[in-house]
């Protein structure tokens, strides 16, 4: 059983910065798999950024260049740094990772309003 905490949520101006955090339980170096996900109300969830057990990462169109995805093995987290934030980036987002099975963090809200 892997848990994972998220951190770093809340409230942002548009064009504002946010960092998230997901902390996991497990030691995160063979993980295969780690993203972030997001869901908007009324809308599916969806993949935002992930990152490999290589370091290799991958970003959505949509926040390309804009978001960048990391991880601290050391200290078992990945985080999500997100800088020139849009009203439409408002969401629920949440960390996944792939270990044998899928596990999800506890979501953190996003809110980008002026």
């Known amino acids: 059983q892997v848990q994972l905490v998220e951190s770093g949520g809340g409230l942002v101006q548009p064009g504002g910065s946010l960092r998230l955090s997901c902390a996991a339980s497990?030691?995160?170096?063979?993980?295969?798999?780690m993203g972030w996900y997001r869901q908007a109300p009324g809308k599916e969830r969806e993949l935002v950024a992930f990152i490999t057990s290589g370091g290799s990462t991958n970003y959505r169109d949509f926040v390309k260049g804009r978001f960048t995805i990391s991880r601290n093995i050391a200290e078992n987290t990945m985080y999500l740094q997100m800088s020139s934030l849009k009203p439409e980036d408002t969401a629920v987002y949440y960390c996944n990772v792939r270990h044998g099975n899928i596990y999800w963090g506890q979501g953190n809200q996003v809110t980008v309003s002026s």
């Open positions: 497990i030691s995160i170096t063979s993980v295969n798999f």
